[in-house]
């Protein structure tokens, strides 16, 4: 029951993204920003980390 119900969120979530009214404008614009918004913050995680990993306190 607990698996069914959550199945169901998600499908409400999902028809709200795949609305019929607001799909073509919103389609490019979701996307680019999904996958700009985790790209971005991966690539500026990526130099963070090398700069702690590099940072001399933490070979102390």
Known sequence: ????RKSQHRARHHKHEIKPGVLPPFTPELVAVAVGAPEASAASETPENETASETPANAE
């Open 1 to 4: 029951m607990s698996h069914r």
